[in-house]
Structures are given as structure tokens and as C-alpha cells.
């Protein structure tokens, strides 16, 4: 089986909202083709390495954010849809990136470390105009 994760972003004023979702396919969130992954969320700004933002795991749904982000988004999950979105809310200019999802069977995926990362989503723009 293949997975595959897509995002849809775009643009927004300062202080606005956006919501991305990132849909698996190809498997199930249900532990039954691959296991229980998480799901991470990255972004990558122009001219500055790719970093993570939040992740989830689809089974106990435990969540992690960076500093920067924590109280402004919320990751949540959807396994009857093989689902995870990523809510921005108070979105500031410096939110502006490329967002990526992918997905993460190592025991330590709230490191945010690519190289455990797989089957990483094409990525989206979201800009976040002053």
C-alpha cells in the first residue's frame, strides 16, 4: 500500500485563520495496514530549513507544538477520515511558509526530525499578508 498526504493552504491577513488538512490515503488510521503513525506538520520559509510545527499520534492522540505556535494552532485528527488538520488561528506574517505534512512510526516523533519522517505531502503556500 502507498500513502500519500495532501494539504490544502493560501492567503490570509494577519490575525486570520486558515485550516489545513492533510488526508492519508492508500491506508487506514486504524492500525490495521501499517501500524499507528503520527502526523506531523512542517513548514519551510524561503531561504531557511524546513521545521516542525505540531504533530499528533493518530492512536492516543497526543500532541505536540513548537513555542511559537503554541495557543495560535491546533492539530487534531479525524481517523474515521484518515484526517489530520492543522487550525491556524492569530496568524502573523512570520507564519508565511511552505507547510508539509508527513508521517512518523518512530518511537521519538516529537522531535520533529525529517529523516523519521515518510511519504511526505507535496506541501502548500500559506501567506500571511500584514
Known amino acids: 500500500a502507498e500513502a500519500a498526504a495532501g494539504v490544502w493552504g493560501g492567503l490570509v491577513q494577519a490575525g486570520g485563520s486558515l485550516r489545513l488538512s492533510c488526508a492519508a490515503t492508500?491506508?487506514?488510521?486504524?492500525?490495521?495496514?501499517?501500524?499507528?503513525?503520527?502526523v506531523g506538520w512542517f513548514r519551510q520559509a524561503p531561504g531557511k530549513e524546513r521545521e516542525g510545527v505540531s504533530c499528533?499520534?493518530?492512536?492516543?492522540?497526543?500532541?505536540y507544538y513548537i513555542d511559537s505556535v503554541e495557543g495560535r494552532f491546533t492539530i487534531s485528527k479525524d481517523n474515521a477520515k484518515n484526517t489530520v488538520y492543522l487550525q491556524m488561528d492569530n496568524l502573523k506574517p512570520e507564519d508565511t511558509a511552505v507547510y508539509f505534512c508527513?508521517?512518523?512510526?518512530?518511537?521519538?516523533?516529537?522531535?520533529?526530525?525529517?529523516?523519521?519522517?515518510?511519504?511526505w505531502g507535496q506541501g502548500t503556500l500559506v501567506t500571511v499578508s500584514s
Open positions: 492508500g491506508f487506514t488510521f486504524d492500525g490495521q495496514d501499517m501500524g499507528w503513525p503520527a
Open positions: 499528533i499520534h493518530v492512536h492516543d492522540g497526543v500532541t
Open positions: 508527513a508521517l512518523s512510526w518512530s518511537g521519538s516523533y516529537w522531535n520533529f526530525r525529517t529523516d523519521q519522517y515518510h511519504y
